[in-house]
């Protein structure tokens, strides 16, 4: 049994999609599995990001088809934008991972990930490749297929770049190579100690017609995916919005669609076919040997299942799990066998109605503390199910078998020790650095894992009838919130002391000292300690009050650190720790909390950037209204140079004196989500006719993220426009213009160091009164001059900008503040 357990846990590990408690399946579903049961056939849908899936034909594929449905997404959506929060890099990919698992939760797909990093926008495979390493992601994407061992694989985008963006077709290269690959022993011959080699009958490319591209044709195979699934009460096209709209971060809140909807795929490599995906492959019990007995058990549940006693099910579930515990392994490559128990003993246990769970009283331990553990469960439709034993992260409960009385709610309380070893909880591919293209993950079994180990996992051990079996939970803390009600979290083990910085960057435009400050969170009681700190040579800090005692978990402290530079100082690194008891402690906690997916967090060193910037100011022009977007850290940037920022809210629009500005800045995509802007209109285009600075970060145009509202003083269009290489040289059109003179000189210089692109939705169509100031181009393009426009107006300036300030400044690129207070510094008349 413990053998059995531990195997167990591993495959748990390995394909949930998702640490929330499952929700108590009802008849329906539960027929829904029952039947698929019957279906021994999978498919793989391959793409670049999370939101790039077919989510109507991934529900199709798991509800309709009742196929083990699989997504890999090549990357977690790092380098992508953020409609709901200022998450950016790593949060954002940690937020974007989450948000495709609650789709997962919805349409039923598996999730998988390589470890490539969405390091932005790319414009052709090469460039793609050129970060990723593609032999590294090619090895991925190989070892996804001979774990998943998919019978047919399905890639989103084609090798032409009609998709688009590089990442896309990069996946799609990935695809098609892989799918020889993966069935060839001399390619990536390590992984073989732990999977075997796999060969798809075949590899579709998932056309699609955009309307300016359309890849369909009528000699393509054709799929009706949107028909109706009595049993769940939804179309597949019903199905596929509420999953598609949990990427809300991307602003892809979706209509329920109802009524046919064709699909179209061209067969790309593997055996011709033309009646189906699945021509000439088995998906029932016959290509499994010894499996027409199995077949013919389902058959019978199905047809006596009675959704008003769902547990009259029980003793025939029981038996077919009998029946498929003896197969042949050796014959059963795809792993069907286990698979399949898997699902049997979650029917028993959902038409037995067993529910069950473990909760701690607190949501977060350190290694060596001692927690509170509740089990409770309870049968609510079945006589004689005994409980055998608990089992938490390694230790079994000695404790009674308990016989549960029917619909009585059984519960115990036990107190654990939380191992002195323990791993601390943290994303697994966030636990090392990583390079510019690819994460570090070093065991390849995590790989396979969407998400980092839970907490803390507790077992129950039933026995129904003849059969005993492991129940495998992730240990949660539950708690009622007065407005939401029921709360679960995801148990965390943290390092006994955390130390956050308030500012991961801190910009220095002359040498006189800042204050840089840390809050010391104690995660366990009684924690006595002394901050620590090293510094890169050419500048200095002290510590005021280094020492510090917290007596109750949960207690914080702020201490204050003051930085100086030295004339000339490098860009520099703040290192930070506490020492307690001469172990040092260096690790800080970044929260990411929507209520759409569980809590999350990152645990990473606790560093503070440091930036020496040769910075002019003119003095008295210090005040700065700011009218937030989609979300950006621009306010907190402009105030480390010295600006005072003035969120200015709808109110303070419609009746504040905005002449007391000296300049007022919207944020990344503020006339996309606000649609209010529109009706502001008149008097921001007042303020600057009557000499203020408005300053107009980009905006999308595209269906997303329409703009509703006219934005400057005299026409213009958001184009598609961007460059991607953040290293591209910048030209100055007009090398006299104040905007890169005054109060900075502004030089080829000042765009070294940017990270991730150098603009991003440009303007274009512009009125003659824009003047143009600077011209960029990818490699092999022409140049675009749309990254920055300014038009005076009145007494005032306009000021569009496609550069993404909203990357440079947080990250504190030298250049990008120099050139930034430039255009806060335009010239006006008052």
Known sequence: MRKYLFLFIVSFFCFCTGRLPAQQMNSAEILQGIEKLNTVGSVLYIAAHPDDENTEFLSYLSSGMKLRTGYLSLTRGDGGQNLIGKEQGEALGLLRTQELLAARRIDGAEQFFTRAYDFGYSKNPDETFGFWNKDSVLADVVWIIRKFKPDVIIMRFPTTGEGGHGHHTASAILAVEAFDAAADPTRFPEQLDYVSTWQAKRLFLNTFNSGEINMTSPDQLTIDVGGFNPLLGMS???ISALSRSMHKSQGFGSARNRGSAIEYFKLIKGEPCSTGLFEGIDISWNRINGGADISNSIDEIISSFDPSSPQTSVPKLIQLYSKLSPLDDRQDRQNWKQLKLDETKELILACAGIWLEANTA???????DTIGLTYEIICRNLEGVKLVRGYLTGAYDTGPDIMLEKNVLYKTRKTIKIDGSANYTNPNW????????LYSVNDRMRLSMPEGEPGAIAGFVLEIDDLTFPVIKTVHYKYTDPVKGEI????EVLPPVTVNPTEKVYVFGDTRPKQITLRIKANTQNISGRVEANVTAGWHVEIKKPGFTLQNKGEEITVEVTAIPEENAPQGKLELSV????VSYNKSIRRIEYDHIPCQFILSDAEVKLVKVDLKKPAGRNNIGYIQGAGDDVPASLKQIGYKVTILTDDMLLDDDLTKYDAIVSGVRAYNVNERLQVHYNRLMDYVKQGGNLIVQYNTSNLIGPVVAKIGPYPFNISRDRVTNENAEVKFIKPNHI?????????????????????TYFAGDLDPKYETVLSMNDPGEE???GSLIIAKYGKGNFVYTGLVFFRELPSGVPGAYRLFVNLLSLPVER
């Open 430 to 437: 966030l636990n090392d650095h990583h390079t510019q293209g």
């Open 579 to 582: 020492n307690i008891g001469g």
């Open 783 to 785: 140049a675009k001059e």
């Open 236 to 238: 597949y096209g019903e």
């Open 739 to 759: 905007a890169i003179n005054e109060p900075n000189k502004i030089t080829a210089a000042d765009f070294e160091g940017w990270i991730q692109e150098r603009g």
């Open 362 to 368: 607190e949501y977060s331990a350190v290694p060596g």
């Open 488 to 491: 679960y979290r995801p148990f």
